[in-house]
Every structure is written in C-alpha cells, then in structure tokens.
C-alpha cells in the first residue's frame, strides 16, 4: 500500500468513514500531502463510497484546496481594498522579488506558494497575511523581506511570531500577533457576565417561555439580514422533526468585518452559552459552529474552551443536572468561500458538500442540515442571547429603539485613528462613530460591506439601526485622498471572483457592470453607461438567486446613487456633444507598437 494509500484510509477512518465529513477529509488530506490529487480523489470517493464527482466539485469549489500541489508554507496576501489602501503592493512586491514568483505560483524548489485572497478579517491591522494558519499583521516591505528570509531557514511559520496580541491571543493555544482593539466596550456583549448563569435561568423556565423571552427581547440577527430571532426559533421548534440543529455562523467573510474574530478571542463561552440555549429552545441536541478557514489559528483554543464546559457540566448529558437535556457543539472548519456565509451554502458545507446555496423556501428552520429543521444565527447573536438569558429582557430592549434593540459591534477599519471593535447602541449616527474612531474627513463610508452601501457627508446624520442604516457590522472609512469608484471596481471584483456561478445574472452580469465600470474609469464613458449600469444592476440585484447576487451590484448601485458628479465628471460628453465610445488612440496602440512608429490622429 503506498503512503498516499494508507494515509487517505487512515484519514477518512479518522472521520468515521462518513461522507458527510468530506471537508474535514479533504482539509486534513491537503494540509498532509500539500494538495488533493486526482489519485486522492479516486481514493476517498472509494473509501467513504461516494461519488468522485461529489469529492472533486467540492476540492475545485473551495480555495483553500487544490488538485496541484502547493509549497508546504502558503502565504496568502490579503487583497481587499483596506489592506491596499495601506500599502499591501508594496508587501506583495517585495514577495515577488525575494521569491522570484507572483501570486499563485510556487518557488522551483516546491517550498513557498504565493496567492492574493480576498478579506482575511484582519482589516483594523492590515496590511495583512495568512502563512499557513498563522495570521500577520501591520505587514511592511521590510516585514515581508525577513519573512521570506527567516522561512527559508526553518520554514515554520509559527516561529514568525515574536510578540503575541492582547488578550486570548497570547493564551498558549492561540498564541498570535492579532489585536482585538477593543476600542468602546458598551454594555450587553462587553459587561461582565456570570459563567452558567444564562443556561441555569434558561433550563429554570421551559422552552416556549426562553423563546418568548428572546421575542420579548425583540432581539434581531446580527449577520446582516436583521431577522427576529425569537422567530425563527419558534418556526424551528415548531417543525417537524425527530432531529434539530443549532448552527453557528462564523464565517465572517464580508470584507471588513472582524467582530467574529474577536468575540471567538474573547467571548467565546458566551457563543457557546447562547448555543446551548437555543438547542434548549427548539429541542436540538447538537450544534455546529463553521467557523471560517482563514481563523483556524483560533480552533485549538475553542476545542479547548469546549472541553473545560463539558467538564463542567454545561455541555454535554443532561446539562447542569437537567434531566432530559443534553447537548455538544462541535466545530466544523470552512476552507475560503466568501458564498458560505450565505445559510443555506453553509449547511451544504457543513454536510460535507460544495458550498452552494439553496433555493428558498425550504427555510433552514422548516429543512435545513442533513433536511433536520435548524437555526442558523451569527456569532454576536448567540452574544445577545446570553445576555438576555442572564439579565432579562427588560434590560436588553432598554437599550436601542423598538425597531433596534440592544447594542452593535462595529468593526471599523480605513482611514482612521483607531480601527477596531465598537459596541454602539442602536441608534448612534454615523457621524458620531466616525468621531469616535478618528474619521472625522470621512469623504466615504462603506456601511455594511461590499453588500452594503456607500454613503457620503450628507448621510453622516443618520442613524445606525435596522430601519435606518443597518449593518453586520462593517463600518470602511475613505479619507480625501480615495476614489470611490476604485473602492466600487474593488468590490466587484471581489463579487466576481466569489459567486457560486450558478445563475446567469451573477456569474455574467457582474463581469458587464466591472466592465462598464472600467471603461468610465479609463475615461472612456458615455452618458448613456450611466443608466446602462443602474439597469443592470438592478436586474443583477432581482435576477439572482442568492443573497450574494441580489447584493452584489451595490456597490455600483449606491455610489451611482450618492456620488454621482464623480461619475459624470469621467462621462462628459465632448464640447461638440462627440461621444468616445470608441477610442482611435487605444485601438491603434498595439498596431504602432508593432510597427515602431505613431500614427497621426486626427482631432
Ligand atoms: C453571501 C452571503 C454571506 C453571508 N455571510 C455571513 C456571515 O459571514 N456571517 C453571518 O452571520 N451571516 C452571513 N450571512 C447571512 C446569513 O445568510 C444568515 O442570514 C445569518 O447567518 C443568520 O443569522 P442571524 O439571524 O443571527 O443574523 C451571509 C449572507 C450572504 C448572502
Ligand atoms: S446569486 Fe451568485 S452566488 Fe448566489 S446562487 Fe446565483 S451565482 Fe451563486
């Protein structure tokens, strides 16, 4: 038997054979032999006896897997537009030059794989990187030189670390350079906390009463969509179904969001906690929480956090001595996938699938992981849950409006003073927390991601809420000297690269809008782009299928709508009302190249 053999045999026994735990399969396949070969795909189709299409679909969906082998240390450079804005080309160049490579390609002598990847969740410290699971951070052309030159003496990326980051991060599990600038503590998710306490007053009273509690509460998710979740719990409890699910999402991949990370680092027994209080709500005995690939330098430590509460008792039979209710979290690691965040994708990852999204209804809380009806709900939700256990609800809707209760980190990161966590109350405006965080010339904020929306100084008066400007929680700010229009370009090459492509709409009508969008940057543009980009993405935005489609024009969409002048200002018709279409001297560059000489163009 060769090493390839018994490895893949030895790994899928590991996972019980199952095939509902492919990505714990191909992850730990590709960490061993530096990628999933098509022989190693042959070999765990036959092993766990499934179909090599369903083995390869999933090993060509996610990024961090590969058919071609990669150097034993990656180092992947974090591209988003707040990593460039703080210089990230000036890292990736000193990359290239020490390496003799460019992005996606490996030194000759199979050591050190380069690659460019979308947000890493590390924006309030960037420029930023991944080497393997090791984060880095405040990168510098200088930094990324001694990086190249320490790795090729001992290639072991934990030994880059000199310093460890503040709280948790310097726990001997974590042991990382990530701050969690925690920047204004507020006072539900940041206030101190009585361990066990919100499970013992949740299994004092019955599951109806927990779920009228949380309604009570008018506590709304905090990943983005804002739905009540007293209510999805109630759909969930009240479906059919000898089996239910709590599922954590902590995939916190929407560029610019970090409050995940840092709730994980600081807060993690308060996931766990709101975890088990919903599997006590709608009658689940099992929880997941998918926690993003690019945070697997955190697994250790949360395995570790989940050990010490089954212990003691808050975990596992009959929790803190009630009869009759057990439950286990287990925690399952995603692998670079933007789409599933996305819940229903999510469940198709945690069933050891490619992470495509589903068409709904069916809701996750009627059919959701392995068809068992589910709840799906953030990180800072499952937060807020405790909360409400522990202090009552009163307390909880004392804060915010009736549409907004309760407070909301903020993620802010960009042009600013003090990037990091902010726990506002519902309700501050915008200008107040770009004073707060040192963004005071703001010329642009990004409210809420790439999926959220663009809005300039004369929105500063409004209100961070549901009803007004809502977020997930990540808060861009661009100084006087950004482009909008770069940051929109940014952006859509993010949706590009990271859509599903299983509806037409958003696997093509995003590459037209970038398109279009180039061709105004390049000064090429006519008036009429301008309305050819609204309809677009307005179909773009209907058409698709999924959450990641409907929201992917925005940011086309929203600077159109408060920047335009920018736009105009790259379409104005010629004096004589001449449209430049068509560029003559573009179009004959090549063609004088060639020849060695330039033509005479006629104005
Ligand atoms: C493309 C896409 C990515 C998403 N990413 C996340 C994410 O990283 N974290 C999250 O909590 N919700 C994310 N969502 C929203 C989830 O689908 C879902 O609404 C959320 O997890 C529900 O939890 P909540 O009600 O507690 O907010 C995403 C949605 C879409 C369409
Ligand atoms: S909208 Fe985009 S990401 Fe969603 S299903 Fe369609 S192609 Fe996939």
Redesign the pocket.
């Known amino acids: 038997m060769s090493d390839l053999q018994s490895g893949v045999k030895e790994i899928c026994q590991a996972c019980g054979n199952d095939r509902t735990r492919m990505m714990d399969i191909v992850r730990t396949v590709q960490a061993r032999y530096g990628c999933v070969s098509d022989e190693a795909i042959d070999l765990i189709a036959k092993t766990v006896s499934t179909p090599r299409v369903q083995v390869a679909g999933l090993v060509s969906f996610y990024a961090f897997f590969s058919m071609q082998s990669k150097g034993k240390v990656v180092i992947r450079l974090c591209n988003d537009i707040i990593d460039r804005m703080h210089g990230s080309a000036r890292s990736a160049q000193a990359f290239f030059d020490d390496l003799g490579i460019t992005f996606g390609q490996t030194t000759p002598d199979g050591a050190i794989s380069l690659e460019s990847v979308p947000c890493i969740g590390l924006s309030d410290q960037a420029p930023a990187a991944l080497i393997n699971d090791v984060p880095v951070t405040h990168l510098t052309s200088d930094a990324a030189h001694d990086i190249v030159e320490e790795l090729k003496t001992h290639m072991d990326p934990q030994k880059l670390v000199m310093s460890f980051g503040d709280g948790n991060n310097a726990h001997p599990l974590v042991r990382s350079m990530v701050r969690n600038n925690i920047r204004l503590p507020g006072p539900i998710i940041f206030s101190p906390c009585v361990r066990g306490e919100a499970i013992k007053k949740a299994l004092g009273i019955t599951p109806a009463e927990v779920i009228r509690a949380v309604k009570t509460a008018r506590l709304r998710g905090r990943g983005g969509a804002g739905f009540p979740t007293g209510i999805k719990w109630e759909f969930c409890r009240a479906a059919e179904g000898d089996k239910k699910y709590v599922l954590c999402n902590a995939d916190e991949g929407e560029p610019g969001t970090f409050k995940d990370r840092v709730l994980l680092t600081e807060r993690p027994g308060r996931v766990f906690a709101g975890m088990t209080i919903a599997g006590y709500a709608i009658g689940a005995a099992e929880g997941i929480v998918y926690l993003r690939g690019e945070y697997a330098y955190l697994r250790a430590y949360l395995e570790d956090v989940l050990a010490k509460r089954r212990s003691d008792g808050l975990l596992g039979k009959d929790i803190l001595g009630k009869k009759g209710f057990s439950f286990d979290i287990r925690i399952q690691m995603g692998a670079g996938a933007y789409?599933c965040g996305e819940e229903t994708a999510l469940i198709s990852s945690c069933e050891g699938l490619r992470g495509?999204?589903k068409t709904r209804p069916p809701f996750p809380a009627q059919k959701g992981y392995l068809d068992c009806p589910s709840v799906v709900n953030n990180v800072e939700t499952f937060c807020c849950v405790t909360k409400i256990l522990e202090q009552g609800p009163a307390t909880f809707s004392g804060y915010g409006s009736a549409g907004s209760s309760g407070t909301k980190l903020l993620s802010i990161s960009g042009d600013c003073t003090t990037p990091g966590i902010y726990e506002v109350v519902f309700g501050i405006t915008l200008g107040e927390v770009l004073k707060r965080a040192g963004a005071e010339d703001a010329i642009a904020v990004q409210v809420g991601g790439p999926s959220g929306q663009i809005v300039g100084p004369k929105d500063y008066g409004r209100k961070i809420c549901f009803d007004d400007l809502a977020t997930g929680g990540s808060i861009m700010t661009f100084g006087p000297k950004r482009d909008v229009l770069k940051t929109a370009h940014c952006f859509m090459e993010f949706f590009i690269d990271e859509?599903?492509?299983?509806?037409t709409p958003?696997?093509v009508g995003n590459v037209l809008l970038k398109e279009r969008l180039e061709k105004i940057m390049q000064g090429r543009g006519e008036p009429d782009d301008l309305d050819y980009l609204q309809q677009l993405g307005m179909t773009v935005k209907t058409a698709?299928?999924?959450g990641?489609?409907?929201t992917s024009a925005n940011p086309i969409l929203t600077s159109l709508a408060n920047f335009r002048p920018q736009y105009e200002a790259l379409v104005k018709a010629d004096k004589d009302g001449f449209k430049r279409s068509f560029d003559v001297k573009a179009a004959l560059r090549d063609a004088e190249q060639a020849a060695g000489h330039t033509s005479v163009v006629y104005p």
């Open positions: 789409v495509d999204p859509s599903c492509g299983y509806c958003c696997r698709s299928r999924c990641l489609g409907q």
